[in-house]
């Protein structure tokens, strides 16, 4: 058996939820989240891979020149693997790694660069100081209004959608 301590009915909705971005025709908006999600997902592949990538580096496939001829059966390449190939005619040491490809400073710029607009998105440094040594007020001034004329929009939508109904109510 449930009773409720108060009941109340009122004239207004007394929860404020405001977008911050929306598209022409969209009743609901969209969050920061939503923005930036597509370079999380792509992030989250070019992590993987670079997992993937460090495990073949850490440990090789191997090529056997023992004679054998390279069969079909071979579906998988995974780390470790042995894989015969045919050595007649060759002078090669017995065991060699199988050559990689892929540049693994290209995977960490890229990651970097990833990371550096999933933060811009979420306004994680939205002065943007690039060395805060020498930085005089003027600059910071100069990259506060910068920062204000990208979100002028957002601003707007907060004042109207989330600040007005706050004092109103």
Same mark, same amino acid.
């Given at each position: 058996?449930?009773?409720?301590?108060?009941?109340?009915?009122?004239?207004?909705?007394?929860?404020?939820?405001?977008?911050?971005?929306?598209?022409?025709?969209?009743?609901?908006?969209?969050?920061?989240?939503?923005?930036?999600?597509?370079?999380?997902?792509?992030?989250?592949?070019?992590?993987?891979?670079?997992?993937?990538?460090?495990?073949?580096?850490?440990?090789?496939?191997?090529?056997?020149?023992?004679?054998? $001829? &390279?069969?079909?059966? *071979? =579906?998988? +390449?995974?780390?470790?693997?042995? %894989?015969?190939?045919?050595?007649?005619? !060759? #002078?090669?040491?017995?065991?060699?790694?199988?050559?990689?490809?892929?540049?693994?400073?290209?995977?960490?710029?890229?990651?970097? $660069? &990833?990371?550096?607009? *999933? =933060?811009? +998105?979420?306004?994680?440094?939205? %002065?943007?100081?690039?060395?805060?040594? !020498? #930085?005089?007020?003027?600059?910071?001034?100069?990259?506060?209004?910068?920062?204000?004329?990208?979100?002028?929009?957002?601003?707007?939508? &907060?004042?109207?959608?989330?600040?007005?109904?706050?004092?109103?109510?």
């Amino acid at each position: 058996y449930k009773k409720d301590i108060l009941t109340r009915y009122l004239m207004y909705n007394p929860f404020v939820v405001f977008r911050y971005d929306r598209y022409p025709g969209e009743t609901y908006g969209r969050g920061l989240a939503d923005l930036c999600l597509p370079f999380v997902k792509i992030l989250n592949k070019m992590s993987q891979l670079d997992l993937k990538s460090a495990q073949f580096r850490v440990k090789p496939v191997l090529l056997d020149y023992t004679g054998g $001829e &390279l069969t079909t059966s *071979i =579906r998988r +390449i995974v780390p470790g693997s042995l %894989i015969p190939v045919d050595g007649r005619g !060759n #002078i090669r040491p017995v065991l060699e790694p199988l050559p990689l490809s892929g540049d693994v400073r290209f995977t960490e710029l890229k990651i970097a $660069e &990833l990371r550096e607009i *999933i =933060r811009n +998105i979420l306004y994680d440094n939205p %002065i943007n100081y690039p060395n805060a040594k !020498n #930085i005089t007020a003027t600059e910071i001034a100069i990259r506060q209004q910068h920062f204000l004329e990208q979100s002028a929009a957002t601003v707007l939508r &907060l004042i109207d959608e989330c600040i007005l109904p706050i004092v109103k109510n």
